[in-house]
C-alpha cells in the first residue's frame, strides 16, 4: 500500500560506519485502514527536503484551519453575551460571566484526553471526528438564543458544549509536534497555535456583524453561521491529511512525562502565558461593556485577540534563534507593565489608555504562548540527551499537559473578574492578583532555566 508521500529510502548509520535501509517512507508494511505513515523521521536531513518538507506543510493547513474553528466555537460566548440582555434574556453580569467561563473550564478539562486520542486514533482521523463534534454547540446555541425563557441551568450547559472546541489545541499541537524537525518545530507549532488563536479575534469581530445583519437581533446566526465551515474543515482533513505511527505517545508516556518537574514548571508558566491570552480574550468584550458601558464592545473587543495571535509565531520565531526562557521573561515583564498601566487607566476613566494597555497585555502574551511552548522540546532533549525518541515523546505529552494547565486561565480569569467586581465593585483587585502572578511565573522561569549555574543556564532553552 502506498501512500501519498511516495516511496523513499531512509538509511542510517549505526556506529562502526555500516549503513543500512530503515525501510521505505511513505509505505506501510501492515496495511492499515485509512492514511498512514509508519516510517518519518524529519531529523533526517535528506528525508526533510526530498519528501518530508511537503508532507508536513500539507498537514498543517488543514490542521490550522480545524483548529481555528475549534478556537472560534470555544469563544463564541465572549461575544455572544454581550448582546443576550438586548436580546430578551434576564441574566445578570455574575451569570454572564459563568457563561463565558463555562467554555474554558470543559475545553481545559478535554486537552488531556484529546492529546491521548492522537497516537490512538491517527492525527489526521482524530482531526476529521473532532472537527465535526463542533456541530453541537453551535447547533446548541443557534437553537435556545431564540428562546429568551431558557433558564440559566439550562443554558449553562449549552454553553459547556462549546468546551469542544478547547480541546482541538491539544490534539492539533501534538500532531504537529510529531511532523517537525526540532529546528524547525517552533515556528511550525507557532503558526499552528496563532491559526488557532486567530479564531477568538475573528469570532468577536464577524458575529457582531453577522446577528445585526438587516433588521434586528437575530443571535442564532452566530451559531449558524459555523455549521457549513465545520463540514469544509472535516472534509480538507479527510482529503489531504495523514496519521503518523510514530506519533504513538501513551498514557504510559504521559505518566513519564508527568513525573518530570519541568513538566510542571512550564505548566505553570502557561497559566501565565496562554491562560492570560485565553481569559482576557474571553472576558475582554464583557470587560469593556461593564467598565465603559457607551463603548461598543464589538469595535475593539477582537484587537486583543488580533495582536496576540498575530505575536505568537513570532515569539516562537524568536525563541528558535535566542532561547524561549529569554523571551518568556522579556514577555512577563512587558504583561506586568501592561497589567500596572490598564490599573492607571481604571483610575483615569480613559478608554483609550485601557485599550492600548490591554493590547500590549494581548501582544506581550501571544507572544510568550509561542516562546513557552518552544521551550518543551528543548528541555526535553537536553534532559534526555541520550534517548531523543524518548524525549520526543514525553515532550509531546508534556504539550497535553501544558495545554491543558494553562487553559484552566480561561476559567479563572473571567472568574476573577467576577468576583472582582462582585466583592469591590471594581476590576483593579483582580489585576493586581494577576500582576504578582505575572512577578512569580518571571522569577520560576529565571530560576528554572537563566539563572547562572543552574542546569540549564548553560544551554538555550
Given amino acids: 500500500m502506498t501512500l501519498e508521500a511516495g516511496p523513499q529510502t531512509v538509511t542510517t548509520t549505526d556506529a562502526q560506519g555500516t549503513v543500512g535501509t530503515v525501510g521505505t517512507v511513505g509505505t506501510v508494511e ?31 493547513w488543514p490542521s490550522i484551519f480545524a483548529e481555528f474553528l475549534g478556537f472560534s466555537v470555544w469563544q463564541l460566548w465572549s461575544i455572544v453575551v454581550v448582546s443576550m440582555p438586548k436580546a430578551g434574556f434576564g441574566y445578570d453580569t455574575n451569570q454572564l460571566f459563568w457563561l463565558v467561563a463555562l467554555p474554558s473550564l470543559v475545553g481545559a ?40 425563557d431558557t433558564p440559566f441551568w439550562l443554558m449553562a450547559l449549552v454553553a459547556a458544549t462549546a468546551g469542544v472546541g478547547g480541546g482541538n489545541f491539544a490534539s492539533s499541537m501534538t500532531n504537529i509536534s510529531f511532523f517537525y524537525p526540532e529546528k524547525e518545530k517552533g515556528f511550525a507549532l507557532g503558526i499552528n ?44 482533513a479527510w482529503k489531504v491529511m495523514a496519521n503518523l505511527s510514530v506519533a504513538n505517545s501513551s ?42 458601558p457607551d463603548i461598543t464592545p464589538a469595535h475593539f473587543a477582537f484587537l486583543g485577540a488580533l495582536v496576540g495571535s498575530v505575536a505568537r509565531p513570532f515569539g516562537g520565531k524568536l525563541s528558535d534563534r535566542v532561547g524561549g526562557a529569554w523571551i518568556t521573561v522579556c514577555s512577563f515583564v512587558v504583561m506586568g507593565l501592561g497589567i500596572l498601566a490598564a490599573i492607571v487607566s481604571l483610575n483615569s476613566g480613559s478608554f483609550a489608555a485601557f485599550l492600548i494597555s490591554f493590547l500590549v497585555l494581548f501582544v506581550a502574551s501571544g507572544a510568550a504562548n509561542g516562546s513557552t511552548y518552544r521551550m518543551i522540546p528543548a528541555v526535553f532533549r537536553l ?6 525518541g524518548r524525549a520526543r515523546r514525553e515532550a509531546a ?19 476573577g473578574f467576577a468576583m472582582s467586581t462582585s466583592h469591590f465593585g471594581s476590576l483593579i483587585p483582580a489585576l493586581y492578583v494577576f500582576c504578582g502572578f505575572y512577578v512569580l511565573c518571571l522569577a520560576v522561569t529565571y530560576f528554572c532555566y537563566l539563572r547562572k549555574g543552574g542546569p540549564l543556564s548553560q544551554e538555550r532553552v
Avoid at 256 to 266: E, F, G, M, Q, Y
Avoid at 278 to 283: K, S
Avoid at 383 to 388: C, G, I, K, R
Wanted: positive net charge; aromatic residues 14%; contains cysteine.
Fill in 30 to 60: 501492515a496495511p492499515r485502514r485509512g492514511r498512514w505513515i509508519d516510517v518519518w523521521d524529519p531529523e533526517d536531513a535528506t528525508f526533510w527536503a526530498g519528501k518530508g518538507r511537503a508532507i508536513a506543510r500539507r498537514n498543517l
Fill in 109 to 148: 478539562t478535554l486537552r488531556l484526553p484529546y492529546t491521548f486520542a492522537v497516537p490512538r486514533f491517527g492525527g489526521r482521523n482524530w482531526t476529521v471526528f473532532s472537527a465535526l463534534l463542533l456541530l453541537v454547540p453551535t447547533a446548541g446555541l443557534a437553537y435556545f438564543m431564540t428562546r429568551p
Fill in 193 to 236: 497555535a496563532a491559526g488557532g488563536n486567530l479564531g477568538v479575534a475573528v469570532v468577536q469581530l464577524v458575529v457582531p456583524i453577522v446577528i445585526v445583519a438587516g433588521a434586528g437581533l437575530s443571535l442564532n446566526r452566530a451559531g449558524l453561521m459555523w455549521l457549513p465551515l465545520i463540514v469544509l474543515a472535516a472534509f480538507w
Fill in 251 to 292: 498514557f504510559r508516556t504521559s505518566i513519564a512525562a508527568a513525573k518530570r518537574p519541568h513538566t510542571w514548571v512550564i505548566s505553570f508558566l502557561y497559566i501565565g502565558t496562554f491562560g492570560s491570552f485565553i481569559g482576557f480574550g474571553a472576558a475582554f468584550p464583557l470587560l469593556i461593556k461593564t467598565t465603559f
Fill in 383 to 388: 534532559t534526555t540527551p541520550n534517548d531523543l
Fill in 397 to 415: 505529552a508534556c504539550i497535553g499537559i501544558a495545554s491543558a494547565v494553562g487553559a484552566y486561565g480561561g476559567f479563572l480569569v473571567p472568574r
